[in-house]
């Protein structure tokens, strides 16, 4: 058989394989977007990798991490806030904590909580994972920020864990502890740690210590409504307490209604209990230890520290991280400032005096650091700071505003305006009360005579030193005054302190005193404006956690030129018009440094101003009084040698302004203004007929001057009508008493120059006595009484295991020895025993978290 050859084996064109490698996309064999779709396998494989990895790390935690014991600590770092000069100022500690088993409180105040908080509280196993994807969507879709803790997480955070720990592994953590929390503890125990341990602000840990705080009664007394409005502002009581103002207690309303719906919803309460409560109003806030002076001014630093644009700092923060807080205040200054107020005769001129609003602002020109701030007596007794919440009329402290307008536009200080009295001036209205009607009326000037003083044709520098009314108002209408508003605003006056009325430039619109300070600090400052401020920086341990920058400081905000030639003016106020008091202010040298400054009155004497300023200093003085009702504003009565006229500018408030900045610039190196030559006077118009010159323009020079200080008897000399001309003479009074008066109690012309001697003697030091009742009371009570009487307080601190901590255990000098008037009082104080707390002392962390647990925290 013969043999065949193989058939051939057909060649067709083959095309390469490729390689796998570990990027396998777009995939072969497949075209379009299947091309880039994973493979069933690969999906698998991914899920399984990821969740073996999920559930290995997971069991590695759960392993790894056991439930730790409960820090001892929980909310016991104290803040401490200092002075300029590094002296202690006072404190905050969160140390207000009382822990109540969970029977002895109401059911419904762990019903609210678990309503408001965490409605799965009782079926969840310490998570809740529903919430926590819940959550997640709801941010990541731009929906309602939503928090995904529940109340165990809570506790688990207030009671195990450092304030401040939140990255992804200590949340990771947290979870693996409130599972296992959730297993060690019972649900009851768990709601009686949270309960126990939550911030709700005022200083307050837990309910029993908030009840207190906001509402003066036990935990167990509390209602239904009130423990509503607590647990409402769990997760912000640093700004939801309705003590914060109208917005705050707003929000507070509007939480205390979610949690009132969600109870009823839940069935805790019944809906006709919800229709029917009504918002509870907090007590009055009254921190234990804020006595006298010091409480102002840390609430101030508190209120500062706050602001979202600054440090940011909120009160829950303020009382549990140890914060060291550096402050501008130079408490030379504010003694020195306390001293100058309490020269106003609170006891014996009947309840009037009692409602007087009397501030001193000090600002340094040149950063805007307030060096002093006194806004009343004793903040345990008043929380209103008069010099920060109080406003009153500016009155004539605004006219510089419309002097400076008037040097930009072009106009000089040797211009002539008629200042006669009265004066009908084209468009001065003034709104009819019964018709509502804008109707033109006559202005006047200050005076004793009928219809006031007139001065005939006179510059702008005599109108500015004598505050012609009739003059400034001729000008404000020249320059418009829209124009005197924008320069105000400038300088530093908020907007809603100003108007766009030609009555603004007498100061018709309510200004705070510290505002005012701020703007004449720009004035100091030759036109530069720096942001007013009484913090430096805030520390924690070696780490400055926030710093004054400065940075919205506005250079030439009014150009230096101007404001050279506004100061000039504004120095003739001193030399020879209503605040010539202020002469008195002399330097190391014994001769009279420069100052500046206008004095400032109203109609019907509803405030009384003297704004000043030195090169290195601008101060502020203001007067006002309350009605009875406690909210408008009355005429100021009339005291001490003032109480048979009226009190102007020129009479209390220039007099404590110069006590004041004498006190402060002992030593100060006098510093001058920026040269300026007045310009030549312009000749003289022709002159507007000045009244005859009667009976009516004698004044009669003040008697009972004699025994007073100068600063006193010249400023109730200036406030008749006369110019008293200080001569020194040696004697063995205290320097600066007034020994004579010429012709004390005969009339003589206005503005006539009266002789007064004056004693250059040695001061002999003043006496006071140590208070008693010193030992056994807090630290903030005793440094409030030791500075009441004019002392100053010197805190040191020892252990002690019997006395409790913050409580003074010493005085030396004793109670009741006579002391020197600014002479150091030693306090020893209890810091508590050596070792950490207490055993079993209750202590309690920062809370809060979670805002609506489950995601209920909408409306």
């Given at each position: 058989?013969?043999?065949?050859?193989?058939?051939?084996?057909?060649?067709?064109?083959?095309?390469?394989?490729?390689?796998?490698?570990?990027?396998?996309?777009?995939?072969?064999?497949?075209?379009?977007?299947?091309?880039?779709?994973?493979?069933?396998?690969?999906?698998?494989?991914?899920?399984?990798?990821?969740?073996?990895?999920?559930?290995?790390?997971?069991?590695?935690?759960?392993?790894?991490?056991?439930?730790?014991?409960?820090?001892?600590?929980?909310?016991?770092?104290?803040?401490?806030?200092?002075?300029?000069?590094?002296?202690?100022?006072?404190?905050?500690?969160?140390?207000?904590?009382?822990?109540?088993?969970?029977?002895?409180?109401?059911?419904?105040?762990?019903?609210?909580?678990?309503?408001?908080?965490?409605?799965?509280?009782?079926?969840?196993?310490?998570?809740?994972?529903?919430?926590?994807?819940?959550?997640?969507?709801?941010?990541?879709?731009?929906?309602?920020?939503?928090?995904?803790?529940?109340?165990?997480?809570?506790?688990?955070?207030?009671?195990?864990?450092?304030?401040?720990?939140?990255?992804?592994?200590?949340?990771?953590?947290?979870?693996?502890?409130?599972?296992?929390?959730?297993?060690?503890?019972?649900?009851?125990?768990?709601?009686?740690?949270?309960?126990?341990?939550?911030?709700?602000?005022?200083?307050?840990?837990?309910?029993?210590?908030?009840?207190?705080?906001?509402?003066?009664?036990?935990?167990?007394?509390?209602?239904?409504?009130?423990?509503?409005?607590?647990?409402?502002?769990?997760?912000?009581?640093?700004?939801?307490?309705?003590?914060?103002?109208?917005?705050?207690?707003?929000?507070?309303?509007?939480?205390?209604?979610?949690?009132?719906?969600?109870?009823?919803?839940?069935?805790?309460?019944?809906?006709?209990?919800?229709?029917?409560?009504?918002?509870?109003?907090?007590?009055?806030?009254?921190?234990?230890?804020?006595?006298?002076?010091?409480?102002?001014?840390?609430?101030?630093?508190?209120?500062?520290?706050?602001?979202?644009?600054?440090?940011?700092?909120?009160?829950?923060?303020?009382?549990?991280?140890?914060?060291?807080?550096?402050?501008?205040?130079?408490?030379?200054?504010?003694?020195?400032?306390?001293?100058?107020?309490?020269?106003?005769?609170?006891?014996?001129?009947?309840?009037?005096?009692?409602?007087?609003?009397?501030?001193?602002?000090?600002?340094?020109?040149?950063?805007?650091?307030?060096?002093?701030?006194?806004?009343?007596?004793?903040?345990?007794?008043?929380?209103?700071?008069?010099?920060?919440?109080?406003?009153?009329?500016?009155?004539?402290?605004?006219?510089?505003?419309?002097?400076?307008?008037?040097?930009?536009?072009?106009?000089?200080?040797?211009?002539?305006?008629?200042?006669?009295?009265?004066?009908?001036?084209?468009?001065w209205t003034v709104r009819n009360k019964e018709t509502g009607v804008e109707e033109e009326v006559k202005l006047t000037n200050f005076?004793?005579?009928?219809?006031?003083?007139?001065?005939?044709?006179?510059?702008?520098?005599?109108?500015?030193?004598?505050?012609?009314?009739?003059?400034?108002?001729?000008?404000?209408?020249?320059?418009?005054?829209?124009?005197?508003?924008?320069?105000?605003?400038?300088?530093?006056?908020?907007?809603?302190?100003?108007?766009?009325?030609?009555?603004?430039?007498?100061?018709?619109?309510?200004?705070?005193?510290?505002?005012?300070?701020?703007?004449?600090?720009?004035?100091?400052?030759?036109?530069?404006?720096?942001?007013?401020?009484?913090?430096?920086?805030?520390?924690?341990?070696?780490?400055?956690?926030?710093?004054?920058?400065?940075?919205?400081?506005?250079?030439?905000?009014?150009?230096?030129?101007?404001?050279?030639?506004?100061?000039?003016?504004?120095?003739?106020?001193?030399?020879?018009?209503?605040?010539?008091?202020?002469?008195?202010?002399?330097?190391?040298?014994?001769?009279?440094?420069?100052?500046?400054?206008?004095?400032?009155?109203?109609?019907?004497?509803?405030?009384?101003?003297?704004?000043?300023?030195?090169?290195?200093?601008?101060?502020?003085?203001?007067?006002?009084?309350?009605?009875?009702?406690?909210?408008?504003?009355?005429?100021?009565?009339?005291?001490g040698q003032w109480a048979g006229g009226s009190l102007t500018g020129g009479t209390w408030p220039v007099a404590a302004w110069t006590?004041?900045?004498?006190?402060?610039?002992?030593?100060?190196?006098?510093?001058?203004?920026?040269?300026?030559?007045?310009?030549?006077?312009?000749?003289?118009?022709?002159?507007?007929?000045?009244?005859?010159?009667?009976?009516?323009?004698?004044?009669?020079?003040?008697?009972?001057?004699?025994?007073?200080?100068?600063?006193?008897?010249?400023?109730?000399?200036?406030?008749?009508?006369?110019?008293?001309?200080?001569?020194?003479?040696?004697?063995?009074?205290?320097?600066?008493?007034?020994?004579?008066?010429?012709?004390?109690?005969?009339?003589?012309?206005?503005?006539?120059?009266?002789?007064?001697?004056?004693?250059?003697?040695?001061?002999?030091?003043?006496?006071?006595?140590?208070?008693?009742?010193?030992?056994?009371?807090?630290?903030?009570?005793?440094?409030?009484?030791?500075?009441?009487?004019?002392?100053?307080?010197?805190?040191?601190?020892?252990?002690?295991?019997?006395?409790?901590?913050?409580?003074?255990?010493?005085?030396?000098?004793?109670?009741?020895?006579?002391?020197?008037?600014?002479s150091q009082v030693r306090l020893i104080v209890s810091s508590g025993p050596e070792v950490g707390l207490p055993t079993g002392e209750?202590?309690?962390?920062?809370?809060?978290?979670?805002?609506?647990?489950?995601?209920?925290?909408?409306?």
């Open positions: 058989m013969a043999n065949r050859s193989p058939s051939p084996i057909p060649i067709w064109p083959q095309t390469p394989r490729r390689r796998r490698g570990i990027w396998n996309y777009p995939r072969p064999h497949r075209t379009g977007l299947r091309a880039w779709i994973p493979s069933w396998r690969v999906v698998v494989g991914t899920g399984l990798t990821l969740l073996s990895l999920g559930v290995g790390v997971f069991t590695a935690g759960w392993i790894g991490w056991a439930v730790p014991k409960e820090r001892a600590e929980i909310g016991s770092e104290t803040t401490t806030v200092y002075y300029a000069d590094n002296k202690v100022m006072g404190k905050f500690a969160a140390i207000d904590r009382t822990i109540r088993p969970l029977d002895e409180l109401p059911p419904y105040i762990g019903q609210a909580v678990i309503a408001s908080e965490d409605q799965a509280f009782e079926d969840h196993m310490g998570v809740d994972p529903l919430g926590i994807v819940r959550a997640a969507i709801s941010n990541a879709t731009g929906g309602g920020r939503q928090g995904a803790s529940t109340l165990t997480q809570q506790y688990v955070e207030n009671t195990y864990f450092q304030p401040g720990q939140s990255s992804y592994a200590d949340k990771f953590r947290e979870i693996i502890l409130a599972l296992k929390v959730d297993q060690e503890k019972s649900k009851d125990e768990i709601l009686e740690g949270y309960v126990n341990s939550i911030y709700l602000g005022r200083g307050a840990y837990g309910f029993e210590a908030a009840a207190k705080a906001y509402f003066n009664k036990p935990a167990a007394e509390l209602t239904v409504s009130e423990t509503a409005m607590l647990v409402g502002i769990i997760p912000s009581p640093s700004y939801w307490d309705p003590r914060f103002g109208e917005e705050s207690k707003a929000v507070a309303q509007e939480k205390w209604g979610r949690v009132l719906r969600n109870m009823a919803d839940m069935g805790y309460i019944t809906q006709e209990e919800r229709k029917s409560a009504t918002f509870p109003e907090p007590i009055e806030y009254k921190p234990a230890s804020r006595a006298g002076q010091v409480g102002y001014l840390l609430e101030e630093v508190r209120k500062e520290l706050a602001d979202p644009e600054g440090a940011n700092i909120s009160e829950e923060e303020l009382m549990t991280k140890g914060y060291e807080i550096h402050t501008t205040i130079n408490s030379k200054f504010q003694k020195a400032a306390v001293k100058a107020a309490n020269t106003i005769p609170y006891k014996g001129d009947g309840a009037a005096s009692k409602r007087l609003g009397v501030s001193i602002v000090s600002i340094d020109p040149k950063n805007g650091a307030i060096r002093a701030l006194y806004g009343g007596k004793n903040y345990e007794e008043v929380q209103f700071n008069a010099a920060t919440d109080g406003k009153a009329q500016g009155g004539s402290t605004f006219k510089p505003f419309t002097l400076i307008g008037a040097l930009e536009d072009g106009h000089e200080l040797n211009e002539y305006y008629n200042g006669n009295s009265p004066m009908q001036i084209p468009g005076g004793t005579q009928a219809g006031g003083e007139s001065y005939g044709d006179i510059d702008l520098v005599d109108a500015t030193a004598n505050s012609v009314n009739t003059v400034y108002a001729q000008l404000n209408v020249d320059i418009g005054a829209k124009k005197s508003q924008d320069v105000a605003i400038r300088a530093g006056i908020p907007e809603d302190a100003t108007n766009d009325t030609l009555s603004n430039v007498l100061g018709t619109s309510d200004v705070h005193p510290v505002d005012l300070a701020g703007a004449y600090a720009t004035f100091a400052a030759q036109g530069t404006r720096h942001e007013t401020h009484i913090l430096t920086s805030v520390k924690q341990g070696e780490d400055t956690v926030w710093e004054f920058s400065g940075k919205n400081t506005k250079k030439d905000i009014i150009d230096p030129v101007v404001m050279a030639k506004a100061t000039y003016a504004m120095q003739q106020v001193v030399n020879e018009g209503s605040g010539v008091p202020a002469k008195e202010l002399l330097g190391p040298d014994g001769k009279q440094r420069p100052v500046a400054g206008k004095t400032g009155s109203t109609n019907d004497n509803k405030s009384a101003w003297f704004a000043g300023y030195i090169p290195q200093l601008a101060t502020v003085v203001g007067l006002y009084q309350s009605a009875e009702d406690g909210v408008a504003q009355a005429s100021i009565t009339p005291f006590q004041y900045m004498q006190e402060v610039t002992k030593g100060m190196e006098v510093e001058e203004f920026p040269p300026y030559v007045p310009p030549a006077p312009k000749p003289s118009p022709t002159p507007t007929p000045s009244p005859t010159p009667s009976e009516e323009q004698k004044v009669m020079v003040p008697t009972g001057l004699v025994g007073q200080q100068f600063a006193a008897a010249a400023a109730a000399l200036s406030g008749a009508g006369v110019n008293p001309q200080l001569v020194e003479v040696p004697s063995d009074q205290p320097p600066g008493t007034v020994l004579s008066v010429e012709k004390e109690g005969q009339e003589v012309p206005r503005n006539s120059s009266i002789r007064v001697e004056v004693s250059t003697g040695p001061e002999q030091p003043e006496a006071t006595t140590v208070p008693n009742g010193l030992i056994g009371s807090s630290e903030g009570s005793a440094r409030g009484k030791v500075q009441g009487a004019n002392l100053e307080p010197v805190v040191e601190y020892q252990p002690s295991d019997d006395v409790r901590q913050g409580t003074v255990i010493d005085v030396s000098p004793g109670e009741g020895s006579p002391a020197e008037a600014g209750p202590t309690g962390g920062g809370g809060g978290g979670g805002g609506g647990g489950n995601g209920n925290d909408s409306p």
